[in-house]
Nanobody, 121 residues
Framework: QVQLVESGGGLVQAGGSLRLSCAVS????????MGWFRQAPGKERAFVAS????????NYADSVKGRFTISRDNAKNTVYLQMNSLKPEDTAVYYC??????????????WGQGTQVTVSS
């Protein structure tokens, strides 16, 4: 089983940046494809970005393309989400999870506690 701990959220003004981290632990954690998801108040959890185990393939939701970058450091068992040019509509709780890339980055594991990102206008 894989354990996930998200961190790095906070309050930022529109146009600002944040970097989220997802610490991954457990069985062969470096071999999982990973993804970031977010859930805004009153909305369903939605896909943001995903990355394969080697870091050579990344996918993004249209709403974040060109602004967000997903990466991973397998030596540190950590997945990152660099978020630039943040907008108020990016406000949400952000979660990471293991995913199946070939199945539209479907999440497969248990959800962590997430990290809150709030973007003020």
């Amino acid at each position: 089983q894989v354990q996930l701990v998200e961190s790095g959220g906070g309050l930022v003004q529109a146009g600002g940046s944040l970097r989220l981290s997802c610490a991954v632990s457990g069985r062969t954690s470096s071999f999982y494809a990973m993804g970031w998801f977010r859930q805004a108040p009153g909305k369903e959890r939605a896909f943001v970005a995903s990355i394969n185990w080697s870091g050579s393939i990344a996918n993004y939701a249209d709403s974040v393309k060109g602004r967000f970058t997903i990466s991973r450091d397998n030596a540190k068992n950590t997945v990152y989400l660099q978020m630039n040019s943040l907008k108020p509509e990016d406000t949400a709780v952000y979660y990471c999870n293991t995913v199946i890339l070939s199945d539209n980055s479907r999440p497969t594991g248990s959800w962590g506690q997430g990290t809150q990102v709030t973007v003020s206008s």
